[in-house]
């Protein structure tokens, strides 16, 4: 009787899964062409923390084959569990002290927030002979709880970080501050683009300014208006998040 009622409640939460990914799929299509975009240029992520792996995989077997994950230890226990076929890469603040354990099992990490973070995380990447693309984290909010560095700072660490050898620098995420309304999030999401394309201009070596990661459940619209290449869903396609 247990079983089955197990069987029956994991079948409903797939039927879900299905049933939210493929509006947040249409969503985001609907928001590229409405923004005069090419569908194609913006990328949907599924975010994947505290989501057991049976329905994880249920996405990917849907298409959702970039997946983010917020921290080391849960990426890497669910791991083995997850199938074949996908890309993912960590979105959650790194300690310097976990960038051994993630080096070479992420795609990219998107979350480097400081110059020393992308040191240890070259070094790393070299002690395993491969290159981490990264994203530069920028808390274009200036909000004090937020992780990142500051906007006047980004194209200066820029420098300074593609400079280090074993880490390649692929773009821009940022988490704007909660407590702003739908108007100023866009606000935000339009500085983010202004400094992706003022860095992009700069050209600079190793630099290959291609991912500019903003958006979540509740303003990827918003994201995509202003020039996400890549938006980070998570509630909008799995539900709300139940921490244990
Ligand atoms: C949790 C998380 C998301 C997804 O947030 P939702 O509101 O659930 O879509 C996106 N980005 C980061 C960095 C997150 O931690």
């Known amino acids: ?6 069987t029956n409640e994991i079948l409903h939460g797939k039927q879900r899964v299905e049933e939210c990914w493929k509006r947040v799929r249409f969503a985001v299509e609907e928001a590229a062409i409405r923004s005069g975009r090419d569908p194609s240029e913006v990328r949907l992520m599924a975010v994947t923390k505290t989501v057991e792996p049976v329905y994880i995989n249920h996405a990917i077997s849907l298409g959702a084959t970039l997946i983010g994950e917020n921290k080391v230890q849960e990426f890497l226990g669910k791991k083995p569990e997850l199938t074949g076929g996908y890309e993912a890469h960590l979105i959650g603040h790194l300690q310097t002290n976990k960038v051994r354990q993630i080096v070479g099992e992420v795609d990219v990490i998107q979350s480097v927030d400081s110059v020393r973070l992308a040191r240890e995380i070259g070094k790393c990447a070299e002690k395993k002979g491969v290159v981490c693309d990264v994203l530069l984290e920028v808390n274009i909010g200036r909000d004090p709880d ?28 940022t988490v704007p501050p909660l407590d702003a309304d739908l108007e100023k999030t866009q606000r935000f999401f339009s500085n983010m683009h202004q400094l992706f394309i003022d860095i992009s201009k700069k050209k600079i070596h190793n630099i290959d300014m291609r991912i500019l990661s903003m958006g979540m459940s509740g303003d990827y619209p918003q994201a995509i208006a202003e020039g996400a290449t890549l938006v980070r869903v998570g509630t909008a396609i799995f539900g709300s998040r139940n921490y244990r």
């Open 1 to 6: 009787m247990q079983a089955q009622s197990y």
């Open 146 to 173: 937020k992780f990142g560095i500051m906007p006047d700072a980004a194209a200066e660490t820029a420098c300074e970080i593609a400079e280090i050898p074993g880490v390649r620098v692929c773009g821009l995420m």
